[in-house]
């Protein structure tokens, strides 16, 4: 167990509808990730946050958006939901230090079906 | 971009010692490189890092050679529950302006048979 939590663990919806996945990072920790795995893509890097900055963004689409929230936990909306939107979503938390190498703790996913 | 290349898969058996490589052109001079494992349905698990020459903890040794082009990692006698994927990770500080963008490989699917 890593320490971070995302809520929900499964979701099913259907193509244009919007959604919010949920990610609690590990406790003293400042920065959250969001990845997308998908089969063809592998692990994408959408976009990470620190202490409710955006830090450093990634192949995040624009119908995609996050934040995080004063209580340092992180909601990642996706919206006008396609079939290739269809996969494992990651978050990850460190520390942060300054940089992107930090070791990142990564949460349980949350798998996406997009119908 | 710095972009990764690693071997789509690798087969061994218990007992023998695997490395796995991964090529990264363009990596920037700050940047380290880090290897994560995954099981099916979980998220990755931090294994090493490294920035150059050898790096070793309790589980894995991590070579980088002085032109940090590509890097190695070595896992010592492996056992049937070592059978994950592995990812290389760059930190790429080149990208977009911003703090960064963070490049993993398509990872190595290790098989390790008895």
């Known amino acids: 167990d890593s320490g971070v939590t995302q809520t929900p663990k499964h979701l099913i919806t259907a193509t244009g509808q919007r959604v919010t996945l949920r990610c609690s990072p590990r406790?003293?920790?400042?920065?959250v990730y969001w990845y997308q795995q998908s089969l063809d893509q592998g692990l994408q890097f959408l976009i990470q946050?620190?202490?409710?900055?955006?830090?450093a963004k990634g192949n995040i689409l624009e119908r995609f958006s996050a934040q995080q929230f004063p209580d340092l936990h992180s909601e990642l909306n996706l919206s006008s939901l396609e079939l290739g939107d269809s996969a494992l979503y990651f978050c990850?938390?460190?520390?942060?230090?300054?940089?992107?190498?930090?070791?990142?703790?990564f949460g349980p996913g949350t798998r996406l079906l997009v119908l | 971009l710095a972009k990764t290349t690693q071997p789509i898969s690798m087969d061994s058996y218990e007992g023998q010692e695997v490395n796995i490589t991964c090529s990264h052109n363009n990596i920037a001079t700050n940047d380290y490189i880090t290897w994560y494992q995954q099981f099916p349905s979980q998220g990755p698990r931090f294994i090493i890092q490294g920035y150059k020459t050898k790096v070793t903890n309790e589980v894995a040794s991590l070579f980088i050679p002085a032109d940090r082009k590509s890097s190695t990692l070595s896992l010592p006698r492996v056992s049937l529950s070592d059978t994950a994927v592995y990812y290389c990770?760059?930190?790429?500080?080149?990208?977009?302006?911003?703090?960064?963008?963070?490049?993993f490989g398509k990872g190595t699917k290790l098989s390790v048979k008895p």
């Open positions: 406790s003293g920790d400042l920065s």
């Open positions: 990770l760059v930190g790429d500080s080149n990208y977009g302006g911003s703090q960064g963008n963070l490049i």
């Open positions: 946050y620190y202490n409710g900055e955006e830090r």
């Open positions: 990850a938390s460190s520390v942060f230090s300054g940089g992107l190498q930090e070791t990142q703790y």
